[in-house]
């Protein structure tokens, strides 16, 4: 298995200045708002100081007006692409794996297990999430074995290894920026010391990625790799736009903590904005020049693959012992298990930040795509 080409990585310089970026354009927001510095770095959070505004009709309408026209290009992308066909009715002629099984077994244990309260197994009632998550993963892959006689855990075991540390860190960048708009809050985490919560949290994280990169090569496995509509034409002054594009995103980073009942989207909309705009700035690869090849897939299934999983993370966090509740301004109604309806476009851009990640770590061949887009 080859390398990930070195034309689609970012230098330690680029991933420094996201950083900085992330991290530190709305501390700055909060110093330039004259509040304390200390709140935001309280471990774990428990304390909820912000007052999120009530539900709004309108706001209401835009947002999910924004989520259709996303779903409408999806469905528009994917036209004529996926064959959803059952399984017998097509020729499968690889063995579903033996640990395949132990996957769905795992998988079906930790559900279980996080909606019921055993005495026996009260220890550890809360930390059945690494439990459920890790059966899907294995579950998930061995489907593929199953349909293509591939996967992403078995292509490159090594490299699949390094979405786990990659993903705790992805995953903590969300939570530190969940800090300035406070969407959601954990409950049944409040016993849990500094040094519990950053370990049982990491565990957690470890398995982001790599749940919504194997979900990403299932349904992979049911496209052609023709796509399905033509090439767009590149984009002008492409250098110029990701200028224009980087600094509203960090204009918006910046009032993060000034604004958040109108910003909060840019938790999910910045990470993927910024990198796409450095990677051009470098001269880099980005995922959507894949689409400039008439290549849609990166981008509409990576953001199907979140939305399956992101199905998943609500459901089983539904009856779990420790989970995670939502207050969302503006749009905190019609909620499909904790989170209202209007949430799950989030999982749409948060699709495309999987992949650009993971198109980083390994590399476009383990995802089934071109070494780059041309």
């Avoid at 297990?113 to 059966?135: C, E, M, N």
């Avoid at 450095?278 to 981008?299: C, E, H, M």
């Avoid at 990640?357 to 041309?374: A, E, I, N, T, Y």
Wanted: net charge positive; hydrophobic share 50%.
């Amino acid at each position: 298995m080859h390398d990930p080409p070195k034309h689609n990585r970012l230098s330690i310089a680029h991933w420094f200045a996201i950083i900085l970026m992330v991290g530190g354009l709305p501390l700055i927001g909060t110093v330039l708002q004259g509040k304390q510095i200390s709140t935001y770095f309280e471990f774990p959070p428990l304390t909820r100081y912000i007052e999120h505004a009530r539900f709004s009709w309108w706001f209401f309408g835009v947002l999910n007006t924004i989520t259709l026209l996303m779903v409408a290009g999806i469905f528009y992308s994917l036209k004529g692409q996926l064959t959803f066909r059952t399984v017998s009715t097509i020729k499968l002629r690889h063995k579903f794996p033996w640990w395949g099984w132990l996957g769905l077994a795992i998988m079906s244990g930790g559900w279980i297990l996080a909606w019921t309260r055993f005495d026996w197994f009260s220890v550890f009632q809360k930390h059945t999430y690494i439990i459920a998550w890790s059966g899907y993963i294995i579950l998930v892959n061995a489907l593929c074995i199953k349909r293509s006689g591939k996967s992403l855990l078995t292509d490159d075991p090594r490299r699949f290894s390094l979405l786990l540390p990659v993903s705790a860190a992805f995953w903590w960048f969300f939570e530190y920026l969940n800090r300035f708009v406070q969407n959601w809050y954990y409950i049944g985490a409040d016993d849990f010391t500094a040094a519990e919560y950053t370990f049982y949290g990491s565990l957690s994280f470890t398995t982001v990625l790599a749940a919504v990169l194997s979900t990403y090569r299932l349904l992979l496995s049911f496209a052609p790799l023709k796509p399905a509509i033509p090439k767009i034409r590149p984009i002008k002054n492409a250098k110029l736009w990701a200028v224009i594009t980087l600094l509203l995103s960090c204009s918006g980073l910046l009032l993060l903590n000034i604004y958040p009942d109108i910003l909060f989207p840019l938790v999910w909309a910045a990470p993927v904005t910024l990198l796409i705009s450095l990677q051009t700035l470098a001269g880099k690869k980005t995922i959507l020049s894949f689409v400039g090849n008439g290549d849609w897939r990166p981008v509409t299934i990576s953001a199907c693959a979140a939305l399956q999983c992101g199905f998943f993370w609500e459901l089983w966090n539904s009856a779990s012992l420790v989970q995670w509740a939502y207050c969302v301004p503006y749009v905190d109604r019609f909620h499909i298990f904790a989170m209202p309806i209007t949430g799950y476009g989030g999982y749409l851009p948060f699709g495309l930040e999987c992949m650009a990640v993971g198109l980083m770590v390994v590399g476009p061949r383990m995802l089934l795509l071109s070494d780059g887009p041309g």
